[in-house]
């Protein structure tokens, strides 16, 4: 190795290293402030570590708030959302992969029109469509407009996966006697596990931090998701810092455990077709 090429990879593995700083300090700041009580948490000034760690923030979220509530509800709404989302994602997006039809191009279209417009220009014409259906403070109801806003998107990254199927394996599946919802189930599907875990994340991820469609349409704090919780640690002249911080460690699990639980998929999706051959 030339020391030019050696210079270029440890500047390479620097700049690396920087920006893993750089995305994780916010991280890092969040379980700080989480962990120092209030007495210090001024006293003290900025500093990396507080010189006394407490969780009496974690106890006060879990056993005195509402939070548990919050938790709930955002549990309910993220994976509600990610299974029926990944449900007509894969059949939407199988039959734009495998079927030629009039109104092809037209559906695609319409769908790639809906993405392009403001969601606060469409918080008022939604609230207006479920308030007669009384959906306007129901997890039903996020539900239903978390799941209209992901399909789209989910629909196009569940086909990218189907292209890259090759047809004859449906083809030698029903040359066999299968049907083409048999091929579909037991062959195609399988195939395509690691974009079912990357919609899945995808969705889950968006429905668990979503706040403008939760705070419009959701009035009380029986059915408020976690983003919108987090604002009770907001009051109108203080703001508790401890706990709103506590809170967002403790929202971050569910997300590291979801995505602990399907990396393996996330891995294979990410390097299908790297290898040729």
């Not at 299974?83 to 939407?92: D, R, Y």
């Not at 109104?103 to 403001?118: D, E, G, N, R």
Request: aromatic residues 14%.
């Amino acid at each position: 190795m030339t020391a030019k090429s050696m210079v270029l990879t440890i500047a390479h593995r620097l700049a690396i290293l920087a920006y893993i700083v750089f995305a994780l300090f916010p991280l890092f700041w969040l379980l700080k402030v989480s962990l120092t009580p209030n007495d210090l948490l001024y006293s003290e000034g900025v500093r990396m570590w507080p010189s006394r760690v407490s969780f009496d923030h974690f106890r006060f979220v879990v056993a005195h708030s509402d939070f548990p509530i919050f938790f709930r509800n955002s549990l309910i709404v993220a994976g509600s959302t990610a299974i029926v989302v990944t449900i007509l994602a894969s059949l939407s997006g199988y039959a734009l992969s495998r079927f030629a039809f009039r109104a092809k191009y037209w559906i695609v279209a319409l769908m790639l029109l809906t993405q392009m417009f403001p969601l606060v220009m469409l918080v008022a014409p939604i609230f207006k469509m479920l308030s007669p259906l009384g959906l306007t403070n129901s997890l039903t109801g996020l539900v239903i407009v978390y799941s209209a806003f992901n399909v789209p998107f989910a629909t196009f990254l569940m086909q990218s996966f189907f292209d890259g199927i090759p047809k004859d394996l449906e083809e030698a599946a029903k040359i066999d006697g299968a049907t083409q919802f048999t091929a579909f189930r037991q062959i195609i599907l399988p195939l395509t596990l690691p974009g079912i875990a990357a919609t899945i994340g995808f969705v889950f991820t968006a429905a668990w931090s979503e706040l403008l469609f939760a705070l419009m349409l959701i009035s009380g704090n029986d059915a408020a998701t976690f983003p919108v919780g987090l604002l009770s640690f907001v009051s109108k002249f203080s703001v508790d810092f401890g706990q709103m911080m506590a809170a967002g460690v403790l929202a971050l699990i569910p997300a590291c455990v979801f995505f602990f639980l399907i990396q393996r998929y996330l891995v294979q999706g990410l390097t299908a077709g790297a290898v040729k051959g």
